[in-house]
């Protein structure tokens, strides 16, 4: 296929050969580059750990690809319980310094900066490198280590990296979950489980079973102990135990029916389940496909033979899921009003930890956004030195500067989901330091910051807002295409959610009526608004407004859903109903989720 440009200039665009062809020249030189990268970084280098207040201790740290581990050597502690290595399988993210958020970096350049975010609760490494080409050689060997099975072909893994061959293709044989659920055990850092370690972990995977039994299979699998000594599990005994309490012996039995006493399958065999048991017809060359692509031993896929193990992993894969293929992506129709839609909807999203004095993080945003949440909440106050910051209010819970977070948001939010992603602003901040946020989400989203000046004449879709960023919050009424001036006198309805919370733990609440707070609302923020909250006021006074936002706690909207449901399915029709959980003690999340699925309220904040 040509296009032209003038009368002379013929351009053709390259076809899939084209690609194929280049990919072939190229991937010995893409291997050779990287084999050199992970051969200097496996040899280890002197890198500076970054503590709080910009401490650097000087380490070693290498790549240790045979064990797929990121370890370091050089600390004194002869006694320490600090990590001193990390698996490869549980980093999250490689980050360059520059898109970093630790204050903790400030003192450095950060072109020579590292972060390197680690498993659920983003625990994370700060590295300084020498010099920013040595910075960027950590990058491209961490993130190579990390995704090496997107880079090479699996036969030429396991010949050249022997650690492939932990990477099954069936998650029941694939150890590296296993691993990660073992480290999350091993408190205390020693690398070891003691029985009852195993026990509570085995019941946190769900294979909750007999003492006695269990006690067998893990003195089986104590293969180092010594005389005299406590029994305990490495990761590697605990992989091996693990897979034998999970053994499945009903599938060893329909193996040992279809195999005719070989001990494997032959495509024959296969296609014999999958029409017997399965009820699929295939033929005998997708039969082979299957051998080749599951089973592990070489010499029997080069048989087109099937082992147990790779019957395992066959039933294991995405090609025996139950799921339909087709339904992994967006299949539904996405261009019906937004307002049609649930949404994957966090409350609180800034808080690590606990809801009272835990740490607030950017990263915790970065997780939601990652995971595909498409609402997030902002808690913003006035800060020092005209910064506004996110928190808790009314608790003890940590500050972050709501430059950074934006910044953040702004980097991830369609990196797991094209479709846009709402801001919901709860907005405690001076007019002042509300034109700030107003100046920085104006600078930093630009073009992706939906904010239209007037109600749209229809609900637009979720297809026509892809790639935007929507802030939802209290605006001003507009007169004509203009907002009033004058910063100082303009008001509205204030619903404090974080002062529901505070009130939700105490007995007052139930005593008297909340006087209603007028919040002094900048026109330039206001602006930035593009989905009007409005405040609550039973089902037909809210329907009446030309809001597209309502926030209604958990405790009356249950109480609306015993009384009134069709009203609340009627209102969710028009706008968005927000709820969210109160209090100390939070509702367990099936309780609110299932009835308000039910009725129609499209954001659950959990």
């Known amino acids: 296929m040509a296009c032209t440009r003038g009368e002379e200039e013929h351009y053709t665009i390259p076809d899939e050969k084209y690609y194929d062809a280049l990919k072939k020249k190229l ?21 500076h750990k970054i503590k709080d207040g910009g401490i650097l201790y000087p380490r070693k740290f290498i790549l240790d690809t045979q064990n797929m581990k990121l370890r370091y050597t050089g600390s004194e502690k002869k006694f320490r319980k600090k990590k001193t290595s990390w698996d490869l399988s549980n980093i999250r993210e490689v980050r360059e310094g520059e898109k970093d958020y630790a204050k903790r970096l400030e003192p450095f350049d950060r072109g020579r900066c590292i972060a390197v975010i680690f498993g659920a ?49 069936c998650p029941k044989e694939n150890p590296i979950w296993i691993r990660d659920a073992f480290m999350m055990a091993d408190k205390n850092n020693d690398e070891r489980l003691d029985f009852e370690e195993v026990l509570k972990l085995l019941k946190q995977l769900n294979a909750d079973m007999d003492k006695k039994y269990v006690h067998e299979l893990f003195d089986k ?3 180092n102990k010594g005389v005299g000594e ?29 195999d005719g006493g070989k001990g494997y399958f032959s495509a024959d065999d296969l296609q014999r389940f999958m029409k017997e048991q399965q009820k699929e017809n295939v033929s005998e060359d997708q039969a082979k496909e299957y051998i080749a692509a ?11 033979q099937m082992s147990l193990i790779g ?3 066959f039933l294991c894969s995405k090609d025996q899921q139950i799921f339909k293929p087709a339904h992994t992506r967006v299949y539904q129709d996405m261009n019906r009003p937004v307002t049609h839609y649930f949404v994957n909807s966090s409350h609180n999203t800034y808080l690590a930890e606990d809801q009272l004095k835990g740490p607030s993080k950017v990263e915790a945003y970065i997780t939601a956004l990652s995971n595909g949440c498409r609402c997030v909440e902002l808690d913003c106050w006035d800060g020092p030195d005209d910064e506004p910051v996110i928190y808790h209010g009314y608790t003890l819970t940590s500050k972050i500067l709501f430059h950074d977070v934006i910044s953040a948001i702004k980097e991830y939010a369609f990196q797991a989901s094209p479709y846009p992603v709402i801001l919901s602003i709860e907005n405690h901040c001076s007019v002042k330091q509300q034109a700030v946020m107003a100046n920085k989400i104006n600078a930093i989203f630009g073009d992706l910051l939906y904010a239209p000046e007037e109600p749209p004449a229809t609900i637009p879709s979720p297809s026509d807002l892809m790639g935007k960023i929507i802030l939802k919050g209290k605006r001003l009424a507009t007169v004509g295409n203009a907002v009033p001036e004058n910063e100082e006198e303009h008001e509205v309805s204030d619903e404090d959610e974080a002062a529901e919370v505070q009130d939700a733990t105490t007995q007052e609440k139930e005593r008297a009526p909340k006087k209603k707070s007028k919040l002094k609302l900048s026109p330039k923020f206001s602006a930035a608004i593009g989905m009007k909250a409005v405040s609550y006021k039973g089902i037909e006074e809210t329907l009446a407004t030309d809001g597209m936002f309502a926030s ?55």
């Open 27 to 47: 991937l010995p030189a893409l291997k050779e580059f990287v084999d050199r990268i992970l051969k200097a970084l496996s040899e280890g280098m002197v890198l």
């Open 121 to 169: 609760n983003h625990h994370t490494l700060h590295l300084l490198t020498e010099s920013k080409p040595e910075r960027d050689m950590w990058l491209k060997g961490l993130r190579f280590a990390q995704n090496m099975e997107q880079y090479m072909d699996q036969k030429e893994q396991t010949d050249k990296y022997p650690f492939f061959n932990l990477h099954s293709p």
């Open 221 to 223: 699998a104590d293969t």
């Open 230 to 258: 406590r029994s305990t599990l490495d990761s590697e005994e605990f992989v091996h135990f693990y897979h034998s309490v999970t053994e499945r012996i009903e599938i060893e039995e329909i193996f040992l029916k279809y």
């Open 294 to 304: 599951y089973e592990p031993q070489k010499n029997m896929q080069l048989e087109d």
């Open 311 to 313: 019957f395992r992993c």
């Open 552 to 606: 209604i706690g958990e405790n009356k909207v249950l109480k609306i859903i015993d009384h009134d449901p069709e009203g609340l399915n009627k209102l969710s029709q028009k706008l968005f109903v927000r709820t969210y959980q109160l209090g100390q003690e939070q509702t367990p999340a099936i309780i609110i989720l299932h009835p308000c699925g039910m009725s129609d309220a499209k954001l659950v904040g959990l």
